[in-house]
């Protein structure tokens, strides 16, 4: 069950999880999550996430778009405690697109199908919001990443050359998914 309110972004009825908008103000919870997901920091950046790294979340936007166009939702257990996060950028990098920045799971959450439901429940909301496709970008070295990505329908559309990302350097696997109401 779900329920679209677009100044709060969705709910999720889903075994005891709920899904709300981020503010400014839940910063502190979502540091707590960077902080448990170290591994990923480590991965993408090569060290531990910043004591800052969720505040700067809040304020990341590409060149040409405003926090009006960021939305941040996070996935909530039934004890109220952040466990996961989807970030994106509506219309980007064009009109019909939203962007994915990034998507988070505390790491006892993972591998239950969780993720999985947590981002269909997004792109039904994206959708009702008038996006044909999302798009994102898993970097190569990231290869759970990939395949959950590729499970859930989205495909490699390029491969980035190498670029610097904290202590490491990556190629990025652009990748997109194209919408369907009927699904």
Same mark, same amino acid.
């Given at each position: 069950?779900?329920?679209?309110?677009?100044?709060?972004?969705?709910?999720?009825?889903?075994?005891?999880?709920?899904?709300?908008?981020?503010?400014?103000?839940?910063?502190?919870? /979502?540091?707590?999550?960077?902080?448990?997901?170290?591994?990923?920091?480590?991965?993408?950046?090569?060290?531990?996430?910043?004591?800052?790294?969720?505040?700067?979340?809040?304020?990341?936007?590409?060149?040409?778009?405003?926090?009006?166009?960021?939305?941040?939702?996070?996935?909530?257990?039934?004890?109220?405690? /952040?466990?996961?996060?989807?970030?994106?950028?509506?219309?980007?990098?064009?009109?019909?697109?939203?962007?994915?920045?990034?998507?988070?799971?505390?790491?006892?959450?993972?591998?239950?199908?969780?993720?999985?439901?947590?981002?269909?429940?997004?792109?039904?909301?994206?959708?009702?919001?008038?996006?044909?496709?999302?798009?994102?970008?898993?970097?190569?070295?990231?290869?759970?990443?990939?395949?959950?990505?590729?499970?859930?329908?989205?495909?490699?559309?390029?491969?980035?050359?190498?670029?610097?990302?904290?202590?490491?350097?990556?190629? /990025?696997?652009?990748?997109?998914?194209?919408?369907?109401?009927?699904?």
């Amino acid at each position: 069950m779900m329920s679209i309110d677009s100044s709060t972004g969705f709910a999720l009825e889903l075994s005891g999880y709920t899904v709300k908008r981020l503010k400014p103000n839940d910063e502190e919870v /979502l540091q707590q999550l960077y902080e448990e997901c170290a591994d990923f920091a480590y991965l993408t950046d090569g060290h531990p996430p910043s004591p800052s790294a969720a505040r700067e979340e809040f304020l990341a936007v590409p060149e040409g778009k405003t926090l009006q166009d960021k939305f941040m939702f996070g996935l909530f257990d039934a004890h109220n405690v /952040l466990v996961g996060l989807i970030e994106a950028i509506r219309h980007y990098p064009d009109e019909s697109s939203w962007w994915v920045g990034l998507m988070m799971l505390a790491p006892q959450q993972r591998g239950k199908g969780l993720g999985s439901k947590f981002y269909r429940v997004f792109e039904r909301w994206v959708l009702a919001h008038g996006a044909q496709q999302v798009m994102l970008c898993v970097i190569e070295e990231n290869e759970p990443g990939f395949i959950f990505w590729k499970k859930i329908g989205f495909e490699v559309t390029r491969k980035t050359p190498p670029r610097e990302f904290g202590n490491k350097t990556h190629a /990025l696997y652009v990748m997109k998914r194209t919408l369907d109401a009927t699904t």
